[in-house]
């Protein structure tokens, strides 16, 4: 029995590199959909191509900048729940 077969399934490289491919079609496919999909805009910006996918990366960037920014003053010492 080799080492892969002993990890749980969700941790084995193959696995891993399946979910990642997995993951990439089916958002090109959904990008992709935006050819075919007429969408029905709101406000205009909403109907650019591929809307939801960049703007879901911008927002995402932009909760881990602000989260980034934020820890500099809500982190504290090591040694905080040390006597």
Do not use: E
Not at 19 to 45: C, T
Not at 69 to 79: E, P, Q, S, V
Request: hydrophobic letters at 50%; a positive charge; glycine letters at 8%.
């Amino acid at each position: 029995m080799n080492d892969d077969a002993k990890l749980h399934w969700l941790v084995r490289p193959n696995t891993i590199k399946h979910l990642w491919r997995w993951g990439y079609a089916i958002l090109a496919v959904l990008v992709l959909a935006d050819f075919v999909i007429h969408p029905h805009a709101s406000f205009g910006i909403d109907g650019s191509f591929g809307f939801y996918s960049w703007y879901g990366l911008l927002t995402c960037l932009a909760m881990i900048v602000f989260s980034k920014g934020l820890a500099i003053f809500l982190k504290r010492k090591d040694t905080y729940y040390d006597d």
